[in-house]
Every structure is written in structure tokens, then in C-alpha cells.
């Protein structure tokens, strides 16, 4: 089995900054492509920044221009830098990863998530 453990969400006031975590683990497993994603209360999960094992990354619109997702491939740790951060941005960012044995044998696996609020 694969877990996902998420890291530093919390409170921060419009404009701000913050960085989230993610770190996999699972003996024998390989990590594949990570991803972020959000749900605001009453909207559906959104899709926010993906990272593959090469590097190559891509955004969602909510992410294009302020956030940031980086990978340490030896830690199995990606990381999502958001900066000028609104209200709208609150939302419970959640872990995704593409993970098993063998890259054409992969499934998928969540983080229980941790909570982005952004406030005055």
C-alpha cells in the first residue's frame, strides 16, 4: 500500500503565502506522477497542479501565475508554493499519486488532505 501524508495547510490572510507537502510512502511501490487538487465547500474537486517523475508539470487555471509544485523524487515529497493567495483559494488541497510496482502497473492512491483557509 501507498500512503500520502499531507503537511502545512492553515490560516493565512489574502496576498499571502503558503507551501503544502506531500510525502509517499510504500515499501517496493514506485511513485509515479503527483498531483494537487482542491474542494471548496459545495463545489466539486478541482484539479490544481500535477508533477511527473521527469519534472514536467502542469497547472490548473486556479494555479497559473501564483502556485508552484516542485518534487525531491528521493523523498517521494512534492510540494505546492502558493503565493497571493485569495478567499477563493479556500479549499481542502488534497494528495494524488500514480503509484506501483511497475509503471504499467499503477493505481491510484489520496492523502486525507489538509485544509487552506484564507482569511482576514
Known amino acids: 500500500q501507498v500512503q500520502l501524508v499531507e503537511s502545512g495547510g492553515g490560516l493565512v490572510q489574502p496576498g499571502g503565502s503558503l507551501t503544502l507537502s506531500c510525502a509517499a510512502s510504500?515499501?517496493?511501490?514506485?511513485?509515479?506522477?503527483m498531483r494537487w487538487y482542491r474542494q471548496a465547500p459545495g463545489k466539486q474537486r478541482e484539479f490544481v497542479a500535477a508533477i511527473t517523475t521527469g519534472g514536467s508539470t502542469g497547472n490548473g487555471n486556479s494555479a497559473k501565475g501564483r502556485f508552484t509544485i516542485s518534487r525531491d523524487n528521493a523523498k517521494n515529497t512534492i510540494h505546492l508554493q502558493m503565493n497571493s493567495l485569495k478567499p477563493d483559494d479556500t479549499a481542502v488541497y488534497s494528495c494524488?499519486?500514480?503509484?506501483?510496482?511497475?509503471?504499467?502497473?499503477?493505481?491510484?492512491?489520496w492523502g486525507q488532505g489538509t485544509q487552506v483557509t484564507v482569511s482576514s
Open positions: 510504500g515499501s517496493g511501490f514506485n511513485i509515479y506522477t
Open positions: 494524488n499519486a500514480d503509484a506501483g510496482r511497475a509503471p504499467t502497473r499503477t493505481s491510484d492512491y
